[in-house]
């Protein structure tokens, strides 16, 4: 029998959050310097990778639907190759294999970057690793994103065990890449012509590297890079400091930018999310935020219908995102995920009930995100150009200091400038401007 052929060309689909956006780029440098040659559709590679996401069952439901869909490329093509790798491979392991048969290799979150080991077959790798260790991952070099800009993942894994959350099981113990890794990293990435880097981890306020703080970490990187605007997500409201935000005001080339996940408005809930902060603490660094900064785009994530939330504790929720103005959120309804605490509660908010409240939730957010953009009517934001608008190509599309898109016209901009836009439009979405004169 003929042996298998080495796959020559590969095809990468990610799913889920910036972590893994991140992981796929550097996926890509490691294969792509393994000779192995990356390709634009399904139907050329001869290596399919699915970079996967378990945070809700949805998110699972959606790559499961995918592998289905790849089972035709797989009959037609009795070579190709199908690798899960990620959040997905690390919690089902050989289950994975059980369930889907056409899949190859099974990768989990710490072993992913060995891909092209064990599609070469070298000695010590099998198709299914879900060791945890981060081993060798300072030494993998973190490539842009787009030619302007670019993730740099500061610290790996997450300790906070929050009771709904299956992150820290399919991520691992939370470790904090040294100092000079981030720094080369930023520099690497600004010599290759990047504009903003976004540093990345599960809760950035926890990073510590030594005597090196987060805080600290910013300070450094601007002291050390010439970097033009450095942004971080996410932060933990009970990691948040009041030292972050003096670094923040004191420094602007920290975008004006913070996502800090509430979850919800309410103590008891928080409690039995073990989230371990009270809405007034939260609040109070909401106050402390806009009192040092002149201006700052505020985002959350949010869960309705967690086990045994009544309806005054959602109420509180409401009230909260009324308050706190966010000026945009990405809300859940509460999802179970085996293995984790409150897997264990009894999920006794009705389906309907979940959607009826996420929909007022959602509601409620688009008519406060639209009126807060209008609140940004005649300011002027330094702007980053990330190219043309994709439904109005007549129109170019850059991102503000608070991370939102804002389309404008004008004549040989340049793609990768950072212009000051007049913010003239606002809906819910999306800002519009003309570009302004600044002395
Ligand atoms: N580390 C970040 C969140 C990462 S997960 C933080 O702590 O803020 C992204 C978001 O998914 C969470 O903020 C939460 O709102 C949502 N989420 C996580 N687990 C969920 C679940 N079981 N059901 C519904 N939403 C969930
Ligand atoms: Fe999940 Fe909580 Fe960790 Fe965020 S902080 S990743 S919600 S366990
Ligand atoms: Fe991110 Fe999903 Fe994993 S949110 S960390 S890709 S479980």
């Known amino acids: 029998m003929m042996p298998p052929r080495k796959p020559e060309t590969f095809h990468i689909t990610t799913f889920g959050c910036q972590m893994n956006l991140a992981d796929s780029s550097t996926l890509v440098a490691t294969m792509t310097s393994r000779g192995f040659r990356r390709v634009p559709t399904e139907a050329e590679a001869d290596l399919l990778i699915l970079n996967t996401c378990s945070v ?15 089972y035709r490329f797989k009959k037609r093509n009795p070579q190709l190759r199908i690798a899960v790798v990620g959040c ?15 899949v190859d290799y099974v990768l989990g979150t710490d072993r992913l970057f060995q891909l092209p080991d064990v599609v070469e077959g070298v000695e010590g790798t099998s198709a299914i690793m879900t060791a945890f260790g981060h081993e060798n991952i300072d030494s993998i070099q973190p490539i842009k994103e787009t030619p302007h800009s670019g993730f740099v993942t500061i610290s790996r894994g997450c300790d906070n065990y929050c009771t709904y959350c299956i992150v820290p099981y399919v991520r691992g113990r939370e470790c904090s890449h040294d100092a000079d890794f981030v720094i080369d990293a930023v520099k690497r990435m600004v010599d290759e012509g990047v ?35 450095l942004r971080f997500m996410t932060s933990h409201p009970k990691d948040l400091s009041r030292e972050l935000i003096d670094v923040m005001a004191s420094e602007p080339r920290l975008m004006r930018h913070i996502h800090f996940p509430l979850q919800s408005g309410n103590n008891r809930v928080l409690a039995k999310m073990g989230r371990d902060y009270t809405i007034e603490h939260y609040m109070s660094i909401v106050d402390y935020i806009r009192m040092k900064l002149d201006y700052v785009s505020l985002t959350t994530d949010l869960i309705v219908g967690f086990p045994s939330e009544t309806v005054e504790e959602y109420e509180d929720t409401l009230s909260a ?15 179970i995920r085996p293995g984790t605490e409150a897997a264990a509660f009894d999920d006794d908010v009705p389906e309907p009930e979940k959607i009826r409240r996420l929909k007022r939730l959602i509601d409620l957010q688009q008519e406060t995100s ?8 005649g300011e002027v934001r330094f702007s980053l150009v990330e190219g043309r608008s994709r439904r109005s190509p007549d129109l170019f599309r850059a991102r503000t200091e608070g991370n939102k898109t804002v389309l404008f016209s004008g004549d040989e901009i340049e793609v990768g400038s950072v212009v000051p836009i007049e913010v003239t439009a606002a809906d819910a979405f999306t800002l519009h401007g003309i570009l302004a004169r600044v002395n």
């Not at 308050?323 to 990405?330: E, H, L, V």
């Open 88 to 102: 997905m491979a690390q919690r089902l392991g050989d289950r994975l294999i059980e369930m889907v048969p056409h």
């Open 56 to 70: 809700r069952e949805k998110a699972e439901e959606r790559v499961i639907g995918r592998l289905g869909e790849l």
């Open 321 to 335: 995102v009324r308050r706190i103005q966010y000026d945009s959120a990405f809300m859940f309804r509460y999802s």
């Open 195 to 229: 504009v903003e880097v976004t540093l990345l981890g599960q809760n950035v306020n926890s990073y510590r590297h030594g005597d090196i703080s987060f805080p600290r970490l910013l300070q450094r990187i601007c002291y050390k890079t010439s970097v033009k605007r």
């Open 370 to 377: 639209r009126k807060v953009n209008r609140r940004e009517l």
